[in-house]
């Protein structure tokens, strides 16, 4: 096993762990600057304070693109580790909360919610998914899930007047806190068989025999039960409609892709590393035994093809009959998680990195479609009905050229990331032999088709019968847009780049060691 570097060394430290010292930092910084700034006015404050926060989220990509994504390292004591799986789904995460940060100077100045407080939880967020994905051991997986958890919490009942925001808000803590109780029940039920909370030292300690175990496979079982909590699959979704309808648009935006990435990444780094043969495949002697693992993939697999499927059918399904279009994309995101899972389920190279870009591009169609739906609200809840979208096409030409692009993206449809997305994921599940549920998922696609195109129906095809007047746009608003339509257009022509860098962070996966 090669030579691991346990010290103590802020070199070392900042090597690996830059990005979150940099938001932990300054996220504490900001909270001084927002009380330096307390003589200012309100928009005032929040546009510095804004602004601030952007910078960060820059500074902190450009340390994890240029400095972290050659290291191989693990520092404090073994915790955390830089490996590209890991600092891509941390890009993902930071490039998420970048662009919130961008959408919520406008959303905030329309909403009357301009405080420092809100792009401090932001950053919080951000840095506790960073950690959540970084982590090597168990423990510190929980402590860093719920860092991000609170934060996010607090950033969902962040509307204080609004009984919507505050029942949502209350509904995602108590389910929250379920999946991460399931969590660590099945943490502290490995450690107790293992006697350890490192996932290296997992997968060496039960590829001797104990992975055959039923006190084993309860805890396996408990742990991924909150990671399916966190990636919204049926049947634990229940919380997703009420928090996503009741949350900010922009908070609703972030959560929909970054919390996402951080739960999609941590699950396949444990399933795959403490629980399945990858460790065999990094040529380590020392992880030869690990192949034994191969042995779990009948538990696991079955229960993952059933959660996919029940997630595409029961997400596009349920979203047909809503409304709102907060709640429609709320399932439309459940339905997402099943895609995404057909790579986790294919177990291959090819599934990983479809899982990897899937994230990257849903990351910008997501954003984008809700930083769109916040500039029609103009003042939250003010225009979130269907019916309300009617016509807005030809009103705002811009606005509903947009809309139309990322629906048609989180369609499926070329020529988008949407659509390269799903042909990763799907061809890694047919290279795998799951045609059926291949098949089927292609089938439930074709349904939620059905529903983004009906916005767009709405936008062109339908006379206005409400007026609706669209908030006032900030120009980091314009910018975030023009970003994510871009990125939408180009991995749609142009994929293989991103598809490349994926498939090189999903081989680090086998050297977490």
Same mark, same amino acid.
């Given at each position: 096993?090669?030579?691991?570097?346990?010290?103590?060394?802020?070199?070392?430290?900042?090597?690996?762990?830059?990005?979150?010292?940099?938001?932990?930092?300054?996220?504490?910084? *900001?909270?001084?600057?927002? +009380?330096?700034?307390?003589?200012?006015?309100?928009?005032?404050?929040?546009?510095?304070?804004?602004?601030?926060?952007?910078?960060?989220?820059? &500074?902190?990509?450009?340390?994890?693109?240029?400095?972290?994504?050659?290291?191989?390292?693990?520092?404090?004591?073994?915790?955390?580790?830089?490996?590209?799986?890991?600092?891509?789904?941390?890009?993902?995460?930071?490039?998420? =909360?970048?662009?919130?940060?961008? +959408?919520?100077?406008?959303? %905030?100045?329309?909403?009357? *919610?301009?405080?420092?407080?809100?792009?401090?939880?932001?950053?919080?967020?951000?840095?506790? &998914?960073?950690?959540?994905?970084?982590?090597?051991?168990?423990?510190?997986?929980?402590?860093?899930?719920?860092?991000?958890?609170?934060?996010?919490?607090?950033?969902?009942? @962040?509307?204080?007047?609004?009984? @919507?925001?505050?029942?949502?808000?209350?509904?995602?803590?108590?389910?929250?806190?379920?999946?991460?109780?399931?969590?660590?029940?099945?943490?502290?039920?490995?450690?107790?068989?293992?006697?350890?909370?490192?996932?290296?030292?997992?997968?060496?300690?039960?590829?001797?025999?104990?992975?055959?175990? !039923?006190? *084993?496979?309860?805890?396996?079982?408990?742990? %991924?039960?909150?990671?399916?909590?966190?990636?919204?699959?049926?049947?634990?979704?229940?919380?997703?409609?009420?928090?996503?309808?009741?949350?900010?648009?922009?908070?609703?935006?972030?959560?929909?892709?970054?919390?996402?990435?951080?739960?999609?990444?941590?699950?396949?780094?444990?399933?795959?590393?403490?629980?399945?043969?990858?460790?065999?495949?990094?040529?380590?002697?020392?992880?030869?035994?690990?192949?034994?693992?191969?042995?779990?993939?009948?538990?696991?697999?079955?229960?993952?093809?059933? !959660?996919?499927? !029940?997630?595409?059918?029961?997400?596009?399904?349920?979203?047909?009959?809503?409304?709102?279009?907060?709640?429609?994309?709320?399932?439309?995101?459940?339905?997402?998680?099943?895609? +995404?899972?057909?790579?986790?389920?294919?177990?291959? =190279?090819?599934?990983?990195?479809?899982?990897?870009?899937?994230?990257?591009?849903?990351?910008?169609?997501?954003? =984008?479609?809700?930083?769109?739906?916040?500039?029609?609200?103009?003042?939250?809840?003010?225009?979130?009905?269907?019916?309300?979208?009617?016509?807005?096409?030809?009103?705002?030409?811009?606005? =509903?050229?947009?809309? $139309?692009?990322?629906?048609? &993206?989180?369609?499926?449809?070329?020529?988008?990331? $949407?659509?390269?997305?799903? @042909?990763?994921?799907?061809?890694?599940?047919?290279?795998?032999?799951?045609?059926?549920?291949?098949?089927?998922?292609?089938?439930?696609?074709?349904?939620?088709?059905?529903?983004?195109?009906?916005?767009?129906?709405?936008?062109?095809?339908?006379?206005?019968?409400?007026?609706?007047?669209?908030?006032?746009?900030?120009?980091?608003?314009?910018?975030?847009?023009?970003?994510?339509? *871009?990125?939408?257009?180009?991995?749609?022509?142009?994929?293989?780049?991103?598809?490349?860098?994926?498939?090189?962070?999903?081989?680090?996966?086998?050297?977490? @060691?």
């Amino acid at each position: 096993m090669n030579e691991i570097n346990l010290s103590f060394d802020f070199y070392h430290l900042w090597e690996v762990c830059g990005g979150q010292l940099i938001l932990i930092v300054a996220g504490l910084l *900001l909270m001084i600057i927002d +009380m330096l700034l307390l003589d200012k006015d309100a928009e005032t404050r929040g546009k510095y304070i804004g602004w601030l926060t952007v910078f960060i989220f820059v &500074a902190t990509l450009g340390h994890m693109v240029y400095r972290q994504w050659d290291i191989h390292d693990i520092v404090f004591m073994g915790v955390f580790s830089a490996d590209k799986f890991s600092v891509f789904i941390s890009i993902v995460m930071v490039f998420s =909360g970048f662009l919130a940060a961008l +959408m919520s100077m406008g959303y %905030l100045r329309n909403n009357a *919610l301009m405080k420092g407080e809100y792009y401090i939880l932001l950053i919080y967020a951000v840095a506790g &998914a960073i950690g959540l994905v970084q982590s090597v051991d168990l423990l510190m997986m929980f402590i860093t899930l719920e860092v991000m958890s609170l934060a996010v919490y607090a950033l969902a009942a @962040f509307i204080k007047e609004s009984p @919507f925001s505050q029942e949502g808000a209350l509904k995602y803590f108590l389910l929250g806190s379920f999946g991460s109780a399931f969590f660590l029940f099945g943490v502290a039920l490995i450690y107790g068989l293992t006697g350890s909370v490192n996932i290296t030292s997992i997968a060496l300690a039960i590829s001797g025999g104990l992975y055959q175990s !039923l006190p *084993l496979l309860v805890g396996f079982a408990m742990i %991924l039960v909150g990671f399916f909590f966190k990636m919204a699959m049926v049947p634990f979704h229940m919380w997703t409609p009420d928090v996503y309808e009741g949350a900010p648009s922009v908070v609703t935006g972030f959560m929909a892709t970054a919390v996402k990435a951080a739960a999609f990444g941590v699950c396949i780094k444990v399933l795959y590393v403490s629980f399945g043969p990858i460790l065999a495949n990094s040529g380590q002697p020392d992880f030869a035994s690990t192949v034994s693992l191969s042995a779990l993939a009948p538990y696991w697999k079955p229960v993952v093809w059933w !959660l996919a499927l !029940l997630s595409m059918f029961f997400g596009n399904l349920i979203a047909v009959s809503q409304t709102n279009i907060k709640r429609m994309l709320a399932y439309s995101s459940i339905a997402h998680a099943g895609y +995404m899972s057909l790579g986790i389920l294919a177990a291959n =190279g090819d599934g990983r990195m479809g899982v990897l870009f899937y994230l990257f591009a849903y990351t910008l169609m997501n954003i =984008g479609a809700f930083g769109v739906v916040y500039i029609i609200d103009g003042k939250e809840r003010t225009a979130q009905n269907l019916e309300d979208y009617r016509g807005l096409g030809y009103k705002y030409p811009a606005l =509903g050229f947009l809309m $139309g692009l990322f629906l048609v &993206a989180m369609a499926g449809l070329p020529p988008t990331a $949407g659509f390269v997305a799903k @042909f990763y994921v799907f061809y890694a599940a047919i290279k795998e032999g799951y045609f059926l549920l291949a098949a089927l998922g292609i089938l439930t696609s074709v349904i939620g088709a059905y529903y983004y195109l009906r916005v767009i129906y709405m936008m062109y095809m339908k006379e206005e019968i409400k007026e609706v007047v669209r908030g006032p746009v900030a120009a980091p608003t314009v910018i975030a847009l023009v970003i994510t339509a *871009l990125g939408v257009l180009y991995l749609g022509i142009l994929p293989e780049k991103l598809a490349n860098i994926a498939n090189v962070a999903q081989q680090g996966l086998s050297v977490i @060691f």
